[in-house]
C-alpha cells in the first residue's frame, strides 16, 4: 500500500493541470533581491544528479549543506571533498567532515569555497579591459551540531559565516541552516523539513573607483546597499521503492523548494543501486529557467575493510551557460 501511494503521488506531480493546484508557482517578482547567491550552487555530485532533491537523503557530508538533521544518521567519521567544474572557469570546492560522539550527538565542520579566477576590468569607455584584473572569491565556514533523538527523529542546526569579496569590496554575514528528518517506521519512506541560509544582512565594504562623463574623471563609491541571503524552505521525501536485499536498490525522491529570491519550484530525482556498490542516478528541477534537460550521474563505493570510500560524478546542462561538471571524495572511517 505505500509502495502505491508513493507511486500515485509521483505520477499526479507528473501531471501539469493537478501539479498546478498542489504547487502553484508564486511569487516570481522576487528574483534577484537577495545576495551570496554561491550558497545556492550544489556542492556535491550525488546531490547536483538528483536533481538537489536529496533534503531527506543526503546520505554523506553533503548533509551537512543540505540538511544538518541528516548529518545526526552518518556513522562513526566522514569526510568529503566535493570540486564543480562550473561555467567560464569558476570553479566551486567543499570539504566536510563529521564525528559522531559516543552520547549520540554528531559534530561536523565544513568549507565551501567559489573561485571565479582571474577577470579582465572592463568600462563602458575601454571595453577591451583596462590592463588591470579582479577575482570574485566566496567563502562559507560552517559548523553542525545534530542529534538522533531516536531511531527514528533527528535534528541539526549548522552556523555558517559567509563572505564575498570582489574588486575591493567584501561582505559577510551569519547565517544558520536548520532542519528535521523523520523515518515512517520499517517502511522505507521518510521526509525532512530544512530551513537554509537563514541569518542577518550583509553590507559590502570597502571603495569602488568607476569612470563617469562629469567635470571629475573618476567616481568613487562607499556606500552600497545591504544584501538578505537567499533564504530557502525545502519540504522534501524519499522511499526506497526497493530496499537492495535481492541486490537492487531504488530510491524516488521528491521536494518542494520555497526560495524567498524567486518563484516556488519542486524537484524529483531516483537513484538505482547494484549490489550496493554501484549506482546511477537522475533528477530535474521543474519550473527552474535554465535547466532544460534533467541531470544524471554515478557512484561508486569501494569497502576496504571496515571502511568505504565513495566516489561520484554528476552532470548538469544549463541552457545559455553550457555544462557543468562535478566529482566527490567521500570517506567513511
Known amino acids: 500500500m505505500n509502495r502505491i501511494i508513493v507511486i500515485a503521488l509521483l505520477l499526479v506531480l ?9 504547487l502553484p508557482t508564486l511569487g516570481g517578482e522576487r528574483a534577484g533581491t537577495s545576495g551570496f547567491q554561491f550558497l545556492k550552487v550544489p556542492v556535491d555530485a550525488r546531490g547536483a544528479a538528483l536533481g538537489e532533491s536529496v533534503v531527506a537523503d543526503a546520505n554523506d557530508v553533503s ?4 540538511n544538518p538533521a541528516l548529518a545526526a544518521r552518518l556513522p562513526s567519521i566522514q569526510a568529503g571533498f566535493h570540486h564543480t567544474a562550473y561555467f567560464v572557469d569558476v570553479s566551486l570546492d567543499f570539504v566536510g ?14 568549507l565551501q569555497t567559489m573561485n571565479s579566477g582571474e577577470m579582465k576590468v572592463t568600462t563602458e569607455f575601454e571595453p577591451s579591459g583596462t590592463g588591470e584584473t579582479f577575482r570574485l572569491i566566496d567563502v562559507a565556514a560552517g559548523f553542525t551540531l545534530a542529534q538522533q533523538l531516536t531511531d527514528l527523529f533527528s535534528y541539526g542546526i549548522t552556523a555558517k559565516y559567509i563572505q564575498e569579496s570582489v574588486a575591493g569590496l567584501t561582505a559577510s554575514s551569519v547565517v544558520f541552516d536548520m532542519g528535521v528528518h523523520y523515518m515512517v517506521g520499517s ?17 559590502p565594504e570597502g571603495e569602488l573607483s568607476r569612470p ?4 571629475d ?12 541571503p537567499p533564504t530557502t524552505f525545502h519540504l522534501g521525501f524519499a522511499y526506497d521503492i526497493l530496499d537492495g536485499n535481492g541486490g537492487n536498490s531504488l530510491t524516488a525522491l ?23 556498490m554501484f549506482f546511477l542516478r537522475a533528477g530535474y528541477r521543474f519550473g527552474v529557467e535554465e535547466m532544460d ?30 555544462n557543468v561538471h562535478r566529482f566527490g571524495l567521500n570517506l567513511s572511517i
Open 217 to 228: 574623471p573618476v567616481r568613487i563609491e562607499s556606500d552600497f546597499e545591504a544584501m538578505t
Open 293 to 322: 534537460a534533467p541531470s544524471m550521474g554515478a557512484g561508486f563505493e569501494l569497502p576496504f575493510g571496515s571502511r568505504k570510500l565513495g566516489i561520484d560524478y554528476g552532470f548538469n546542462r544549463m541552457a545559455r551557460l553550457g
Open 254 to 276: 521528491a521536494q518542494l523548494n520555497n526560495p524567498n529570491d524567486n518563484a516556488e519550484y519542486w524537484t524529483l530525482g531516483a537513484e538505482y543501486g547494484f549490489n550496493r
Open 97 to 110: 567532515v563529521t564525528y559522531r560522539m559516543p552520547q549520540g550527538i554528531t559534530l561536523g565542520a565544513s
Open 212 to 215: 563617469v562623463i562629469a567635470n
Open 63 to 66: 548533509a551537512l549543506v543540505w
Open 187 to 203: 517502511t522505507g519512506a521518510r521526509m525532512a523539513v530544512a530551513v537554509r541560509n537563514f541569518g542577518f544582512d550583509g553590507r
Open 14 to 22: 507528473a501531471v501539469p493541470s493537478a501539479r498546478a493546484q498542489l
